[in-house]
């Protein structure tokens, strides 16, 4: 919904400005815009994991995105909102998102080996993109 409202901001504006009626400033459009972008990633991960597919080995893909999305937006951006987010993301989910080596982790026993695979492969691309997203690496979240 906000991104659809985005979408139409400039037609938003001119009718609201003929109309007499005072618009969003600038700062909130801006606002809107930042947490459209940071909550879009969940709205997809969502969408996935309510699909009618088998869906447990995507929650650590899942999980290990929207990790690195949050890290990346929080060395991006001077708003609080997207460190806050990923510490409560690592608090909530520590038992999975434990940087120990994939067969220690709770969740890789019960999945299939191709979500190792997912795992290392996401945990490369974020350290290959120059992001710091495994800050901690080998070791858990406190």
């Not at 606002?31 to 969940?42: D, Q």
């Not at 699909?51 to 690195?68: K, T």
Request: charged share 15%; with cysteine; hydrophobic share 40%.
């Amino acid at each position: 919904m906000a991104l659809q409202l985005l979408e139409m901001k400039a037609d938003i504006n001119a009718v609201l400005s003929e109309s007499g009626i005072d618009t969003l400033l600038v700062s909130e459009w801006t606002k809107l815009e930042e947490m459209t972008n940071l909550l879009a990633p969940f709205s997809t991960q969502t969408d996935i994991l309510q699909s009618n597919l088998l869906s447990l080995s995507l929650i650590l893909p899942s999980l290990m995105d929207l990790e690195c999305h949050l890290q990346q937006l929080s060395n991006s951006t001077s708003s609080s909102e997207p460190l806050t987010m990923l510490a409560d993301l690592r608090s909530r989910f520590s038992s999975l998102l434990c940087r120990q080596p994939l067969h220690h982790r709770p969740m890789c026993s019960m999945c299939s080996p191709s979500v190792a695979g997912l795992q290392l492969a996401a945990e490369t691309d974020c350290l290959k993109s120059g992001d710091a997203c495994v800050s901690e690496t080998e070791q858990c979240y406190g």
